[in-house]
């Protein structure tokens, strides 16, 4: 199974469209995850063209995303469970607000945003993942977002780009 995860689209102010490199992948896939501040629907109603599309709400995301999705979310895919959330909020770091939202939860996987800043690490056998943004790198050197594998296993992957176009 192959998951395109993304975060942070900002769309339409940081960007007026979804980069090229991102929707050829987009064409290939069997899922796609956003893990908050879509900004309008209508991020989802693009991505949904392509893949089903599971999601979370980010800080920056209105009342019609609020009315879609939740704070944070367990997907059950193949024998692994998927934790995804924005990261947003009051005191510690992003992701170790993410790894809180699911402390109490047997997660393989923890999915999340917010920082734009692409991570990928383990942490007590528990894959620790950041896409990074496709539209709004901020001080990062590129702009990314992320590619899941499910097997056996999960493996999880960032493409990184410098053109948005």
Known sequence: MKIV???????????KKLPNQLIT?????????HAGDWQTMDVYRELSTYAKVEGV?????GI?????????????????KIGVT??????LTTEKRARAAFEKQDV????FGHSHIPVLKY??????FNPGSPTDRRRQAYYSYGILTIGKGIHAEHVFFSDKD
Not at 5 to 15: E, G, L, Q, R
Request: charged letters at 30%.
């Open 108 to 111: 393989d996987c923890i999915i």
């Open 86 to 91: 924005h990261g947003h909020g009051q005191k």
């Open 25 to 33: 992948e987009l064409k290939a896939t069997d899922l796609i995850i």
């Open 57 to 61: 709400i980010g800080n920056v995301d």
């Open 5 to 15: 995860v993304i975060a942070d689209t900002h769309m339409p102010n940081k960007a």
């Open 64 to 80: 019609d995303i609020q009315q879609h999705f939740k704070e944070k979310e367990i997907l059950h895919l193949n024998d692994f």
């Open 123 to 128: 942490e007590n056998d528990i894959l620790i």
